[in-house]
């Protein structure tokens, strides 16, 4: 089974510009999830899709950041403008309930926003 | 106040030692409670579920201490290949979405 698979692995952009990240969950997950670790603290929910509706986008910081999941399969995560604060690793998950547990984690996007 | 707070570390071990991390929550009202272990620049990776009654998997014990709010990770005769940091987590009840709530994590070395 093919895990959670995110694009790009790295990315630096200069300040003020605008950046996308993917995620491909794992195919039939219908619950797809959207994490981010800044320098220094720990790992912080960002949104929840149940397909393609969005069931939770309280930790989004703020309105530069928007999620998609069109058809409800992959996902993208856009940030624009990026701030220097943006930077950090962004993680997606998936799992095929939603109680909590069974998550599977990509890898991650490290993003240097200079 | 943190909503999961770990003990930073790093804990340095020697191989075969025992070592134990503790972790509190601050939200009576979480629901599910979790161990994830992060290797250097990788995602996290489930360890293991924790539930009320304890449960041990291998090497691994975790313990659940609802009326103190209170998670354990025990590990017995530690290998170098337990070298990472390890995440205390809980889903809360009664959320919209199912948002798992990290500690920032507490880092183990075991060295030969």
């Known amino acids: 089974e093919a895990g959670v698979t995110q694009f790009p692995s790295h990315s630096v952009i200069e300040k003020g510009q605008t950046v996308t990240l993917r995620c491909d969950p794992i195919?039939?997950?219908?619950?797809l999830y959207w994490y981010r670790r800044v320098m220094g603290k720990e790992i912080k929910f960002l949104l929840h899709?149940?397909?393609?509706?969005?069931?939770?986008e309280s930790g989004m910081p703020n309105n530069r950041f928007l999620a998609e999941r069109t058809g409800g399969t992959y996902s993208t995560l856009k940030v624009q403008p990026a701030e220097l604060e943006d930077s950090g690793v962004y993680f997606c998950?998936?799992?095929?309930?939603?109680?909590?547990?069974?998550?599977?984690f990509g890898s991650g996007t490290r993003l240097t926003v200079v | 106040r943190k909503e999961v707070e770990q003990d930073p570390g790093p804990f340095n071990v020697p191989e075969g030692a025992t070592v134990a991390f503790n972790c509190t929550y601050s939200?009576?009202?979480?629901?599910?409670f979790f161990w994830y272990r992060q290797d250097c620049r990788k995602e996290p990776k489930l360890l293991m579920s924790?539930?009320?009654s304890g449960n041990e998997d291998g090497r691994f014990t975790a313990q659940l201490n609802r009326a103190s709010q209170y998670i354990s990770l025990l590990i017995r005769d530690s290998k170098l290949s337990d070298s990472a940091t390890y995440l205390c987590?809980?889903?809360?009840?009664?959320?919209?979405?199912?948002?798992?709530?990290f500690g920032k994590g507490t880092t183990l070395s075991v060295s030969s």
């Open positions: 998950a998936s799992s095929q309930v939603s109680d909590g547990g069974g998550y599977t």
């Open positions: 195919s039939g997950h219908d619950n």
């Open positions: 899709f149940v397909k393609e509706s969005k069931q939770d």
């Open positions: 939200n009576s009202a979480s629901q599910s």
């Open positions: 924790v539930y009320s």
């Open positions: 987590v809980v889903n809360i009840k009664g959320q919209a979405g199912t948002a798992l709530i």
